[in-house]
């Protein structure tokens, strides 16, 4: 664990307790905001900016609460042939959307924003969007529903939890970064973090 006195505040503007698990393996001290902003995506807006913009939206109003601090926005948008799909809400939704994705590849883009409002700051915003394309394996309808009624994946965009039960509907996954898919990249993050001196490994 790195000394909390080393480094400024670090926030993570989140209200998924996904996000909030996986920025705890970096075992850095972290304060969670969940941010409060309109989500919808724009009108001919593309699936990687409309991703990009929220991690940047949730970072920027994090920091007007919180300044002088590191925040780190996040936000993750799913496409099947280029459509967006969204967070499916309900069990019939969800089923709605395996059907349509089942025996397909649906690319993941997860943006990631770190937000430095510190003055003087070397590198006041850093931005990445991370793609990840995902494989679904072509199950029958009862599989599919079964899986739903056991995890109820319902706040994930895409109806399924790589990191539980949901890998069983995937065949393949080809990224760069692992932990993308689940909504924060830890690999990206740990870069920008660097740029701005935070050290991980210390004695």
């Given amino acids: 664990m790195t000394d909390a006195a ?15 698990e996986l920025l705890a393996r970096l075992r850095l001290p972290f304060d969670v905001i969940a941010p409060d902003i ?37 936000d993750q948008v799913a496409t099947l ?4 799909i969204g967070k499916p809400g309900n069990h019939a939704n969800a089923l ?10 649906v690319i993941f883009h997860t ?24 494989s ?17 994946p319902y706040d994930c965009a895409g109806s399924a939890r790589n990191e539980g039960l949901g890998i069983a509907l995937i065949s393949a996954i080809r ?9 924060l990249p830890l690999i990206a993050l740990t870069a920008m973090l660097r740029q701005t001196g935070i050290p991980f490994f210390q004695n």
């Avoid at 994090?62 to 002088?68: E, F, G, T, Y």
């Fill in 38 to 74: 309109d989500e919808t995506a724009l009108p001919a807006e593309s699936p990687e900016a409309t991703a990009m913009r929220l991690a940047e939206q949730k970072a920027l109003a994090i920091s007007a609460l919180a300044p002088n601090a590191l925040v780190i926005g996040s």
């Fill in 81 to 84: 042939d280029g459509i967006q």
């Fill in 6 to 20: 080393s480094f400024p505040r670090i926030i993570l503007g989140s209200s998924s307790s996904y996000r909030k």
């Fill in 136 to 152: 679904f394996r072509d199950l029958p309808d009862a599989e599919l529903d079964a899986y739903l009624k056991i995890e109820q």
């Fill in 111 to 134: 943006a990631l924003c770190l937000l430095d409002s510190r003055p003087g700051a070397r590198y006041p915003l850093q931005m990445e969007n991370v793609q990840t394309a995902v």
């Fill in 175 to 183: 990224g760069t970064d692992p932990t993308a898919l689940t909504g």
């Fill in 96 to 105: 709605a959307q395996l059907q349509l994705m089942r025996g397909r590849e």
